[in-house]
């Protein structure tokens, strides 16, 4: 268990609708981010989160927008769904402080979503 | 760009058997660090090993080695003596540094191994 949690672990919609996945970080981390696994594109990053500030970007679609509120908690917004949204949604947190080296990245279980 | 290959897509082997997982990166960094990760068939992404580019020794955790030699730019993992446990998908990824002021702080990954041990 490495302490990231993640809801809900599946999630099934239809295209067009709106969801929301959720991420709590590990107790004590500051950073958070977003990650999309499919069979097509692997294992993508998408953002960044530290302290409440977008910290770095990826290949995130301008359909898809993140969050991380005071208590640290992020949340993932999708919109517009379509079939090629289909993926497994990783959440992941690390220390991360304002000085120092890159930290390890702990991932959470993941959020199944399928798309019909 | 920052980039990850992992040119074996499925390795299958005998209980018992050593085996190495291939890992080969780029980046424009100097300071950068480096990854393996398991997934086991429940789907959880299993933390294993971090590696800054500045320490090129190798690194032993019971049956896992890793060999990391900046000059091909590879970071291979050897299990020892393997075990069906030891089966799933295996990524190494690739971060820049936080602060070296070019790129994501996000993972590159590569598009993993899938390693099966067979009784």
């Known amino acids: 268990d490495s302490g990231v949690t993640q809801t809900p672990k599946h999630l099934i919609t239809a295209t067009g609708q709106r969801v929301t996945l959720r991420c709590s970080p590990r107790?004590?981390?500051?950073?958070v981010y977003w990650y999309q696994q499919s069979l097509d594109q692997g294992l993508q990053f998408l953002i960044q989160?530290?302290?409440?500030?977008?910290?770095a970007k990826g290949n995130i679609l301008e359909r898809f927008s993140a969050q991380q509120f005071p208590d640290l908690h992020s949340e993932l917004n999708l919109s517009s769904l379509e079939l090629g949204d289909s993926a497994l949604y990783f959440c992941?947190?690390?220390?991360?402080?304002?000085?120092?080296?890159?930290?390890?990245?702990?991932f959470g279980p993941g959020t199944r979503l399928t798309v019909l | 760009a920052q980039k990850v290959t992992q040119a074996q897509t499925e390795i299958s082997v005998v209980e018992k058997e050593d085996v190495t997982l291939d890992c080969v990166y780029e980046?424009?960094?100097?300071?950068?660090?480096l990854f393996w990760y398991k997934q086991p068939p429940s789907g959880e992404l299993v933390f294993l090993i971090r590696?800054?580019?500045?320490?090129?020794q190798n690194e032993i955790s019971g049956r896992y080695s890793w060999n990391f030699q900046k000059s091909t730019s590879s970071f291979n993992f050897t299990i020892t003596a393997s075990q069906v446990v030891d089966s799933a998908v295996y990524f190494c990824?690739?971060?820049?540094?936080?602060?070296?002021?070019?790129?994501?702080?996000?993972?590159?990954f590569g598009k993993g191994t899938h390693l099966i041990i067979q009784p």
């Open positions: 992941a947190s690390s220390a991360t402080g304002t000085s120092g080296p890159t930290d390890t990245q702990y």
């Open positions: 107790s004590g981390d500051l950073s």
């Open positions: 989160y530290y302290n409440g500030e977008e910290r």
């Open positions: 980046t424009r960094d100097t300071t950068y660090y």
């Open positions: 590696r800054n580019s500045f320490d090129e």
């Open positions: 990824a690739l971060s820049e540094a936080l602060f070296s002021g070019g790129g994501a702080d996000g993972l590159t």
